[in-house]
């Protein structure tokens, strides 16, 4: 059966312990041969009855009394295990689902970052969250109440088939013919790919939500609605169109399995009363029908639980898929060294990198020499972000190596990696917590001092301090909302903090203010203090000043020197610099005509 397969292997995966869900299927098994019990004493007390009817035996009302107690206790006995059956099911539930959301945050910490640029965050939500709830669902409801079906449904047809063959085998038909119908509408293909469909479309959906509410303030500002956000409405469109094709194609089945499950005495009985007519044994016939009616009645609610768990199992399955894609995702091979180099110059040696199936970067070689000033230039696309992500290693090369001190990047374990860098992104991460442990983020050593300090340098210790709590200020979904200048300035003071020697700056200053601009190049300029820096930069009046300009275009590079070296070649970046200078002549005119 697959959900035993897909329990056991979720153990596997989880690597919680069996336990709970060996208890869990114990007390799930009691709780099932209890069950049959009163069937059991019911045949007894039948045969009985018939017994005293024919006049072979007196009525024993001691023994019609221990059949009624026997019965009443298994009762009890069955609801008690059923109860902590299910509980310990849950325990195991949640046991695996804690270790399950363990693994999985574990491993997507593990993930280089270039992983986490290109899936969206609303996926991996999705398979975190909703993917291991659902196999919650499945642990501590189908399971204990597929195992109490199973042994229940096969103990019964066993027992009935001892008693008389030809009963149970017309017993068998509408059963069989209901499973059957419902087996083949869930594992054909056609079945399996409505499933998929509507499983991937609220996949689809989550991620697409996440982006939707990121996107929001974008969307308002636009005055648009809901219905403009295209990719939105279409998720949302499929999802509906996918969740009524699966509605329309799993009802006649499900009907169908309501429907014959519960005739089957339109069978027992015509067939019941053949064999009394041909029967020398009357009373035992006449027992035995009884019981084959009551029991055909009996079996209908555990096969039906269990033809609806197994309706359940390609979502279980694809759940279960989703999960161990990403434990399975391979991470970058860890490097050996684990302190970091002992200087801090960067080299790029004939480095070539592809993304899937698109080249980025084609031999691209530089020095950059410790304690100086390297920018990054060239148009839009043409592979900036990629040098710097890979000194970070979001990805390994493709050819050729990096190294920082003569050591491979590769080589460095990755807290050293780490510990030798900083990045300065153009959105910065705040996390629901107060200033001070965000900026604390940097160095969680360092004392409400050295925070202060930091802040100091970063020009952003003035605004804290107006803030209602100061530094204990919460920011985020249920704090304060900080501007994106504040932001990157904390940002800053956390990396002032993290002291690393090598800084990579990438358009560090592209969506700030004049003020905020102002305050940011002076945190930075105390941040890059000594520092190996690179810095990618569209405004070029930014970079004049560095020790050397790298222009790429086409993931080449193109030209190499100082600012003014390079406007003396005339070449792109000369260029480059005189649309610069022409944009920072663009002014906005009025309907007329006139500069604003
Ligand atoms: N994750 C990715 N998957 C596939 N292709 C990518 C990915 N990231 C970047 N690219 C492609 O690689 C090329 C280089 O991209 P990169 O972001 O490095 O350029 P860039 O010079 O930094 O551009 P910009 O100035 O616009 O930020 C581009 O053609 C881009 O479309």
Not at 9 to 32: D, N, T
Not at 152 to 176: C, E, H, K, N, Q
Not at 214 to 221: F, N, R
Not at 415 to 423: G, H, T, W
Request: hydrophobic share 45%; charged share 15%.
């Amino acid at each position: 059966m697959k959900g035993g397969q897909h329990t056991f292997q979720l153990m596997r995966v989880s690597g919680s312990k069996k336990r709970y869900l060996v208890f869990s299927i114990f007390f799930s098994m009691l709780s099932a041969l209890s069950q049959m019990v009163p069937y059991a004493t019911t045949y007894l007390l039948l045969a009985e009855l018939m017994n005293t009817m024919t006049g072979s035996v007196t009525l024993e009302y001691s023994y019609i009394w221990s059949l009624v107690w026997i019965s009443l206790g298994a009762l009890v006995l069955s609801g008690i295990s059923l109860f902590v059956g299910s509980m310990f099911a849950h325990v195991a539930a949640y046991d695996i689902i804690y270790h399950l959301r363990l693994k999985l945050t574990q491993k997507l910490s593990e993930l280089p970052l270039g992983y986490h640029q290109v899936h969206s965050k609303g996926t991996l939500k999705g398979t975190v969250m909703t993917d291991t709830e659902r196999l919650e669902g499945f642990i501590a409801h189908y399971l204990p109440d597929t195992v109490t079906a199973i042994l229940f449904s096969t103990g019964v047809l066993t027992y009935l088939f001892i008693l008389d063959w030809r009963l149970a085998l017309f017993l068998l038909i509408p059963i069989g013919v209901a499973m059957f119908f419902q087996w083949f509408a869930f594992r054909n293909e056609k079945g399996k790919e409505i499933i998929d469909q509507f499983f991937n479309s609220i996949a689809q959906m989550n991620g697409t939500i996440v982006e939707y509410v990121q996107g929001l303030p974008v969307l308002k500002v636009f005055n648009q609605t809901v219905y403009s956000f295209q990719r939105f409405s279409r998720d949302v469109q499929a999802f509906h169109d996918y969740g009524k094709a699966y509605s329309i194609y799993s009802i006649p089945s499900f009907a169908l399995l309501l429907v014959a499950l519960p005739s089957a005495f339109v069978f027992i009985i015509p067939v019941g009363a053949i064999l009394l007519a041909n029967t020398d044994d009357y009373s035992y016939y006449v027992t035995i029908v009884f019981l084959f009616l009551l029991l055909s009645n009996g079996l209908f609610l555990p096969i039906y639980k269990l033809m609806y768990v197994g309706s359940r199992s390609r979502q279980i399955h694809k759940a279960l898929a989703g999960i161990t894609k990403i434990l399975n995702e391979e991470v970058l091979p860890e490097g050996s060294h684990t302190k970091k180099p002992n200087s801090f110059d960067i080299q790029f040696d004939t480095v070539g990198f592809s993304y899937e199936n698109k080249v980025a970067l084609k031999d691209v070689s530089f020095y950059a020499k410790q304690g100086t000033v390297t920018a990054l230039v060239g148009p839009s696309g043409a592979g900036k972000s990629t040098v710097a992500h890979l000194i970070a290693r979001f990805w390994d090369v493709s050819s050729g190596s990096i190294k920082i001190g003569g050591m491979d990047v590769r080589d460095l374990k990755t807290e050293a990696l780490y510990e030798c860098l900083s990045i300065v992104f153009q959105d910065n991460y705040m996390y629901s917590d107060t200033i001070r442990n965000n900026i604390r983020l940097g160095n969680a050593q360092a004392s409400d001092q050295d925070i202060e300090r930091a802040a100091e340098a970063a020009q952003c210790h003035t605004f804290i301090q107006k803030l209602s709590d100061g530094y204990d200020t919460k920011v985020g979904s249920d704090g304060v909302h900080l501007s994106g200048g504040e932001c990157q300035r904390i940002a800053i003071a956390r990396l002032l903090l993290k002291d690393s020697p090598i800084v990579i700056l990438d358009e560090a200053t592209a969506y700030a203010d004049a003020e905020n601009e102002l305050y940011i190049q002076q945190a930075l300029n105390i941040l890059l203090q000594h520092k190996t820096v690179l810095i990618i930069a569209h405004r070029l009046p930014t970079i004049q000043q560095a020790d050397q300009i790298i222009v790429l275009d086409q993931g080449e590079i193109e030209e190499k020197g100082t600012h003014t070296q390079l406007i003396a070649q005339e070449g792109l970046y000369a260029t480059l610099w005189r649309l610069n200078e022409e944009g920072h002549k663009w002014t906005l005119k009025t309907g007329k005509g006139k500069a604003l």
